[in-house]
């Protein structure tokens, strides 16, 4: 190889490991939000909690979250259920002032170890069927100041339904951190 290319790929590797500490340093540097739980009342001030249930509204980055009810069916239409669809009911309100795009895989069921995926089809579906006359958050831009409802549904092994379940909602990919809301009722 001549003394040119070896130059240019060694400035290149150089450039490369700049690019991937600085990245590092900024992890470190940048403000972390945590999760807080919020009273109905558009108060965004309250008191950072950890613990969360089904009805408290929680402000995290750009969107407030509430759960607002749950249940479980064995089908939803065009789609039956491998355990049992646990379908949680969901409050989400922009309060960016930009569009936010909520997508299927910033939410998942946490029991224990284990983590459960939403099941897409059921979920839109569901959606379909229940929001006839308003659209579903999923994959559609919510406006600032906007507050819309959807319904997430999961395909979950019968017998931990009614166990120590949680909803976790990751809203971005690169946060390191997450809200996960107790739906023991």
């Known amino acids: 190889m001549n003394k040119w290319v070896k130059g240019c790929l060694g400035c290149f590797g150089v450039f490369v490991v700049l690019i991937i500490l600085l990245g590092g340093c900024m992890m470190f540097f940048t403000e972390k939000e945590e999760p807080q739980k919020v009273s109905d009342s558009n108060d965004t001030n309250s008191s950072k909690t950890t613990a ?53 895989n910033d939410f998942e069921i946490i029991y224990g170890e284990k983590k459960y995926s939403l099941d897409e089809s059921a979920t839109w579906a569901y959606n379909n069927e229940k929001n006839k006359d308003s659209n579903s958050f999923f994959m559609q831009d919510v406006n ?42």
């Open 144 to 185: 600032p100041d906007i507050a819309s409802k959807s319904y997430v549904v999961f395909d979950l092994p019968s017998n931990i339904i009614d166990k120590n379940i949680k909803l976790r909602i990751m809203p971005t990919m690169w946060a390191d951190k997450n809200i996960e809301i107790n739906l023991q009722k």
């Open 52 to 104: 969360f249930k089904i009805g408290d509204s929680v402000k995290f980055n750009d969107a407030i979250y509430k759960v607002i009810s749950t249940k479980n069916v064995d089908s939803v239409p065009q789609n039956k259920a491998n355990g049992t669809y646990y379908i949680v009911e969901l409050k989400l309100k922009n309060i960016s002032n930009q569009k936010l795009t909520v997508a299927y």
